[in-house]
């Protein structure tokens, strides 16, 4: 079986500050992927990043990194520079292998002025 | 990047009626469609996957009679809600997966069940 699990329910942050969004995880599949989606209002799911449970480096895009912490069976989201348009849903989903993508129960992050 | 179609966006029926959602792959060829539903302020919960030209694989707990999956193409595949209930009523997203291993979801379908 596999868990994704996020804790927070909501976050706030202020506009132009960094911001960790979590998740943790629990598979017992060596080949796994990590991703995170923003969702906002209008619903579209959003790709933002991808980790690879090979992946040696944790991946960045733009103003979006992964903090990969595979020990400790964590991918933390980290926005910098936060922006007014990021508040939205933040999910974090887990693929083992070339199987179905499992989501978290979501964060909403909201981004203030 | 590569863009997934989902038709209706929004649709509003009566209790007991049939509605069916379209999924579509635009510029590649999905061999796996994924299903999910989502309620209001909640995740997005996996209700089944189907492969071209075969049956559907259901999430426990998602009645398959009721919910009716076709994946007659490579780049289509269709989800009808047979006898539709108000509690039907929820966001239904599909994604796509092509042979390369990348995924990407459609943009929702919201069903409004009266």
């Known amino acids: 079986a596999q868990k994704i699990t996020q804790t927070q329910p909501g976050m706030f942050v202020q506009e132009k500050e960094a911001v960790t969004l979590d998740c943790t995880y629990d598979t017992s599949d060596p080949s796994y992927g990590l991703f995170w989606y923003k969702q906002p209002s209008s619903g579209e799911m959003i790709f933002l990043i991808y980790?690879?449970?090979?992946?040696?480096q944790n991946a960045t895009e733009g103003r979006y990194s992964l903090n990969f912490q595979k020990a400790r069976k964590s991918a933390n989201l980290v926005i910098s520079a936060s922006q007014l348009g990021d508040s939205a849903m933040y999910f974090c989903?887990?693929?083992?292998?070339?199987?179905?993508?499992?989501f978290g129960a979501g964060t909403r992050l909201t981004v203030k002025p | 990047g590569a863009v997934v179609s989902q038709h209706p966006s929004w649709v509003i029926c009566k209790s007991g009626t049939s509605v069916k959602i379209e999924c579509r792959s635009l510029?590649?060829?999905?061999?796996?469609m994924f299903w999910y539903r989502q309620f209001p302020k909640q995740s997005l919960m996996l209700m089944a996957t189907s492969n071209e030209g075969s049956k559907a694989t259901y999430e426990q707990g998602v009645e398959k009679d009721k919910f009716l999956i076709n994946h007659a193409s490579l780049t289509l595949s269709t989800l009808t809600v047979t006898s539709a209930h108000p509690e039907d009523s929820s966001f239904y997203i599909c994604s796509a997966r092509g042979y390369n291993g990348e995924q990407f979801f459609g943009p929702g379908t919201r069903l409004t069940v009266l």
């Open positions: 510029d590649f060829q999905a061999t796996t």
């Open positions: 989903a887990l693929r083992r292998g070339n199987n179905d993508m499992r």
């Open positions: 980790q690879g449970s090979y992946d040696q």
